[in-house]
């Protein structure tokens, strides 16, 4: 597997939308930076467009999206998941709890 598509499917998982911008260029929005990040592969390695000598995928998604873990809670009323890290509440199955934070991209641990 490509450093593309690995990095894909780290998006894919976290249910991050990310666009082709050019050949071998994968676009998202990091909700670390707030704003639209890239990322390129020269010579068969990373490189994010914001100033990092070459990462990893998993570098990259960490840089841009936040890195360790959250803990998250159902709430009722809301009908939806609240996440303990970066206070905010999203809509969801209570019986499909995620397995990342869909606003700050850490891994769930509860
Ligand atoms: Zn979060």
């Known amino acids: 597997m490509s450093d593309t598509e690995e990095l894909r499917k780290l998006l894919d998982e976290r249910g991050v939308r990310w666009w082709d911008a050019s050949p071998g260029k994968t676009k998202w929005h990091s909700?670390?930076?707030?704003?639209?990040?890239?990322?390129?592969?020269?010579?068969?390695?990373?490189?994010?467009?914001?100033?990092?000598?070459?990462?990893?995928?998993?570098?990259?998604?960490?840089?841009?999206?936040?890195?360790?873990?959250?803990?998250?809670?159902?709430?009722k009323d809301w009908m939806g998941w609240h996440c303990k890290s970066c206070d905010t509440l999203w809509q969801g199955l209570q019986d499909q709890p995620p397995k990342y934070c869909k606003e700050c991209g850490r891994l769930v641990v509860s």
């Open 31 to 75: 909700t670390v930076l707030n704003g639209t990040v890239a990322m390129s592969e020269w010579n068969g390695r990373a490189i994010l467009d914001t100033g990092y000598e070459y990462v990893t995928p998993a570098q990259a998604v960490e840089a841009t999206l936040g890195r360790g873990e959250c803990e998250i809670e159902y709430v």
